[in-house]
């Protein structure tokens, strides 16, 4: 017979993270019944949910960064490897001023707490870290991105960013009786569009499956939530929505400290040489950091997970290159918050745009279409162009309502035609400045208009992020256009010194998915899809290994 056992299903170990006190206020001890009670008021929390929103938005891990310098040191990364870890790391600069947040899509704003047994709070802990959550989206320069359902068809933005997903938990740990520990995200639509679920079976469980199936799906990724990502792949799980959690932890690094074997008892453990094997794998890609090469992930984390019999999940994951979360606890001592990175300005080398790339070609945006159409035409996929002039700025909502214009049998509007259009939605502008945060957004949600808009003479170049469907390709071989892919996540330094105007143009209704017309100088992108049909994703999309490559990662 088999005795009984407990052992946590994802055990971690000791935590080494370096905390900054917030506040010693907010915080006291008392005795009851010989135990020592750690009380929590209400103002502890919120102030403690204000200040990671704010950190996480502005600033990064040192870690992170510094992965970031080494992709510029490395003599086999791509140009365009280097040009964009350059300037992400100019963005981080800029960001951790506090003005401009790192990223336009600001993000979900996520907590999960773990409560010891010996914390006392009014018991609405929800209800005051939201209000921290709220305070934050209130008075900083972030977007929001929250919808309310009013019907089944009908949303309207909250106006907040609330609500906020809070995940509270019960903490069991010994020593951790009388501490209260947080973790913070703002997930951006970007890199949580890309968590995914794959209910497969045991027959995935060999080598050479496992590596056919990560080679097709991991390239699915795209580049769409602004690589180089942090990786997370999880293989089992008691369920399938905790396999998804678990890889959304993962590719946090919060699960970094699990045991790196596994048992009969049956707890999670990372898989340190798969590790590796895989970011050898997405190297081998070529999509690298958007535009060619092999950075198209900082590192890997591989998670093994016990499962029922019947069924395997695999779920993916990735934190994007606004890398936003942050360790909390709050303790006897105080309340406290990870350490991030304030003067990212260290990491960055001595070295201008001109040593990263010598083919950079200017377009000019004011002359007119069929003039940009021929200077792209004569251009090869992959080119780094540089954009100044006039941008119409139309996303989602704008795109919905304009097809419903050519439904009713009336034409686009002048600027659609007249203008490159830029898939985005800008975050609030600060006082002094032109623009806020204002990167691009996901290309791909506009890809069933592309036809129908550029037949009617509109979207004929188009500039977002991320790959794009066959559809756009065809629709661009069709009808002679073009789509320029835009560098995913320095949302801040294009606000700083690529967009020097923005106006309302259509549509002031829809908040930051009016449609804007913006004034760019310098602002860089690449051509991805040309009017030949030719399609730089096209080629990194198809699977070409049938196994892991064995052997240490290139560049370790």
Not at 87 to 107: E, F, R, S
Not at 325 to 342: C, D, M, N, S, Y
Request: with cysteine; hydrophobic share 40%.
């Amino acid at each position: 017979m088999t005795e009984f056992t407990y052992e946590d299903l994802l055990p971690l170990g000791p935590d080494t993270t370096e905390y900054r006190l917030v506040t010693a206020d907010g915080v006291r001890t008392t005795e009851v019944d010989g135990r020592s009670i750690l009380h929590v008021e209400p103002e502890a929390l919120r102030l403690l949910a204000f200040e990671a929103l704010r950190d996480i938005s502005h600033l990064l891990r040192t870690s992170h960064l510094t992965q970031l310098a080494r992709i510029l040191e490395d003599p086999e990364a791509s140009a365009n490897d280097r040009f964009v870890a350059l300037d992400l790391l100019k963005n981080a600069n800029i960001a951790a001023g506090g003005v401009l947040p790192m990223c336009q899509d600001t993000g979900t704003a996520i907590v999960m707490g773990k409560r010891g047994q010996q914390v006392w709070t009014t018991g609405r802990d929800e209800e005051h870290l939201s209000r921290g959550i709220f305070d934050a989206y209130q008075q900083l320069n972030l977007r929001y991105s929250q919808m309310a359902p009013i019907s089944m068809w009908e949303e309207r933005n909250t106006g907040s960013n609330l609500p906020a997903q809070i995940e509270l938990y019960a903490n069991t740990h010994a020593g951790h009786e009388a501490q209260y520990e947080f973790l913070f995200m703002a997930k951006g639509g970007g890199s949580a569009n890309k968590s995914y679920l794959y209910q497969q079976t045991a027959a995935l469980l060999n080598p050479a499956s496992f590596a056919a199936f990560l080679d097709e799906k991991l390239r699915e990724i795209g580049t769409a939530a602004c690589p180089p990502y942090h990786l997370a792949v999880v293989v089992g799980g008691t369920s399938a929505e905790f396999a998804v959690k678990t890889a959304k932890y993962a590719s946090a690094r919060y699960l970094d400290s699990l045991p790196v074997h596994g048992s009969a008892n049956g707890h999670g453990f990372r898989d340190l040489e798969m590790e590796q094997e895989i970011w050898r794998m997405t190297q081998a890609f070529g999509i690298g950091a958007q535009f060619g090469g092999k950075y198209f992930c900082h590192d890997v984390r591989v998670i093994r997970l016990p499962r029922h019999g019947a069924s395997l999940p695999v779920a993916i994951a990735v934190s994007c290159s606004a890398d936003r979360q942050a360790l909390a606890k709050i303790t006897p001592e105080g309340v406290f918050l990870e350490q991030l990175e304030h003067d990212p300005a260290r990491f960055l080398p001595e070295v201008s745009d001109a040593h990263l790339d010598d083919d950079v070609v200017a377009i000019d945006l004011n002359q007119p279409m069929d003039a940009i159409r021929n200077q792209l035409s004569a251009l090869p996929v992959k080119t780094r162009v540089s954009l100044t002039g006039s941008l119409v700025v139309a996303r989602d909502l704008a795109h919905s309502r304009m097809k419903a214009m050519l439904d009713r049998g009336e034409p686009l509007p002048d600027y659609m035609r007249n203008n490159a259009v830029y898939y985005a939605g800008p975050a609030k502008t600060p006082a002094g400045y032109a623009s806020g945060s204002f990167g691009p957004t996901t290309a791909g949600r506009m890809d069933s208009y592309v036809d129908q808009f550029q037949k009617a003479g509109g979207s004929m170049v188009m500039l977002a992020k991320g790959n794009r469907s066959k559809l756009v390709t065809d629709a661009c071989r069709e009808n002679g256009g073009f789509y320029l892919g835009s560098i995913g996540g320095p949302a801040a330094v294009l606000a700083q010194d690529n967009i020097t105007k923005v106006e309302v143009l259509d549509f002031p209704e829809l908040g930051m998915e009016a449609v804007w017309l913006i004034e760019v100088v310098d602002f860089p992108a690449f051509v991805v899809v040309d009017d030949k049909g030719n399609d730089f994703f096209a080629e990194t999309m198809r699977p070409m290994v049938s196994r892991i490559p064995v052997g240490p990662p290139a560049g370790s």
